[in-house]
């Protein structure tokens, strides 16, 4: 794929790993963001990730901050953002992003769950419009959903696939605009059983980690939920749902359990205690372990 440039809006957790990503792979990339600390500090966090990754140190040298939105973009092929999660203040950046940017330009929300449309509704050219959700942390997760709304050209697809795969990452093409898009949808739907069984005494918190962890996650990096259908036999899976369906949470708000953890400032970690109590020794452990997980996964890819 011949070299890009790429301009990514906010330089927070999401947006200085993508910038690192797309350096990484040669593109030239300039990065921006309303906080100036945050953009000052963004290029040393990429070098520290680069080096306890052992990758290419030099790709800093292709990753330019620029405090100016407009000049950020300036140029730019593919301008991904990558903000707060608030519809808002997408919706105003996108609307000074698409009167900067040059008129062939992608423009890419990374939003984890805002429906694209409502986003990029207000556009004049909506058509190269879409959704990129990169998972955290971006230089160790692969996956990346490409997700058009219905004005979406077939073309801006097509070049936002091409250009992720290229750079190594694994795209997917989510088809329709739903929210939570495809992977969220599938990880909160393990979320509410997984709460639901503890709201229901059937077991603890830990208990429900433990059976995922210890059984079907063992397997899940390599099979898939309807790999796994196919393995079984999807007569098997049948007669299972015929009696596990019914009995499984279906309710389509949050769980009063959680919203009482929330109510009572039981916020996880942050307060030392969600659904368990963790002392600082124990997230700090819990977050190293998911890190080197991640990072032996990538090494084995
Ligand atoms: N954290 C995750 O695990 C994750 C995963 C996938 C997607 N996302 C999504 O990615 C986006 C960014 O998340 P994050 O975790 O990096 O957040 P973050 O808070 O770490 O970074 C957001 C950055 O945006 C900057 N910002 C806010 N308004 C701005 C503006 N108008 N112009 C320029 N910069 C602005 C802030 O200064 C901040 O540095 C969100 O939409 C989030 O939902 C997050």
């Not at 040298?61 to 301008?79: H, K, S, W, Y």
């Not at 329709?176 to 077991?203: M, T």
Request: aromatic content about 4%.
């Amino acid at each position: 794929m011949p070299k890009s440039r790429i301009a990514v809006i906010g330089a927070g957790l999401m947006g200085h790993g993508i910038a690192q990503v797309f350096g990484l792979a040669g593109h030239d990339v300039t990065i921006t963001d309303a906080h100036g600390p945050t953009l000052a500090s963004a290029r040393d966090r990429i070098l520290t990730n680069l080096r306890d990754l052992g990758d290419d140190v030099t790709t800093v040298e292709r990753v330019r901050v620029c405090a100016d939105l407009a000049e950020a973009v300036a140029g730019a092929d593919f301008i991904v953002e990558a903000v707060r999660e608030d519809l808002g203040i997408k919706q105003k950046l996108f609307a000074d992003i698409e009167r900067a940017a040059g008129p062939d330009a992608i423009l890419a929300s990374n939003t984890s769950v805002i429906p694209i449309t409502a986003i990029m509704g207000g556009l004049e050219n909506r058509a190269r419009a879409l959704g990129t959700h990169w998972w955290n942390p971006p230089y160790l997760v692969p996956l990346v959903e490409v997700i058009g709304t219905a004005w979406t050209a077939p073309a801006a697809i097509d070049v936002t696939m091409k250009l992720h795969a290229a750079i190594g990452k694994t795209p997917v093409h989510v088809k329709k605009d739903v929210p939570g898009f495809v992977g969220n949808r599938l990880q909160h739907a393990l979320w509410r059983e997984a709460i639901s069984l503890v709201e229901n005494d059937i077991c603890d918190a830990e208990t429900v980690d433990t059976v995922i962890k210890a059984a079907f996650g063992r397997r899940l990096a390599v099979l898939g939920p309807l790999e796994n259908a196919d393995l079984v036999g999807t007569d098997l899976t049948l007669a299972i749902h015929q009696t596990v369906l019914p009995a499984i949470d279906a309710r389509p708000g949050p769980s009063p359990y959680l919203e009482k953890l929330v109510a009572r400032g039981k916020l996880g970690m942050k307060s030392g205690e969600g659904f368990r109590t963790w002392t600082p020794e124990q997230q700090a452990d819990l977050r190293a372990r998911v890190l080197r997980h991640l990072k032996a996964a990538r090494g084995s890819d």
